[in-house]
């Protein structure tokens, strides 16, 4: 079976077009919005209080007792990181991919984890105080100890802790 010339040419045009990945100049787009990368990084005592840090990778990051209050770290990767003591209070981490994170001993007062994934994650002794949890997939065992003490309501979106939780 022959094509005809401009047939030739338009199938051609269109095999160009998708090897090329489209026909904008534009660079490609990356998987997260913010480039800056702290994976594998030690950011112990650090302080990112009320900081744009949506999209960025924290990724197997030590970040012991530092300052994250009112940071933007929604859509961030947290996996295997360790938050132990650290300041995350009023901080937004919607969305944000946290499997086995340590949260142990941190304020999470009045965070925002709606949508988060938090599997094998860890909250021993965090202040969650007016935390919500809306939507995020977290153990049932972390469910179950969180609850025992779940109290207040966040300050931004209204929704009381131990609701976000499902508590009973």
Known sequence: MLLSLPRFFAVAL???VILVGGLSIAPAAYAQ???VDYTLTDL??????GKQLSG???????????NFA???LSKTILTKASFL????AGANLAGTFADRVIFDGADLSNAIFSDALLT???????NITGADFSGAIIDRFQTAQMCK?????????????RDSLGCR
């Open 14 to 16: 269109s095999l160009l």
């Open 33 to 35: 919005d913010n480039t």
């Open 44 to 49: 112990s005592f650090r302080d990112f209080s």
């Open 56 to 66: 960025t990778s924290f990724a197997a990051a030590e970040m012991r007792e530092a």
């Open 70 to 72: 009112k940071a933007d």
């Open 85 to 88: 003591r650290a300041n995350l």
């Open 120 to 126: 094998s994650s860890s909250f021993g002794e965090a």
């Open 149 to 161: 003490y779940a109290d207040g309501v966040n300050e931004t979106t209204g929704v009381a802790t």
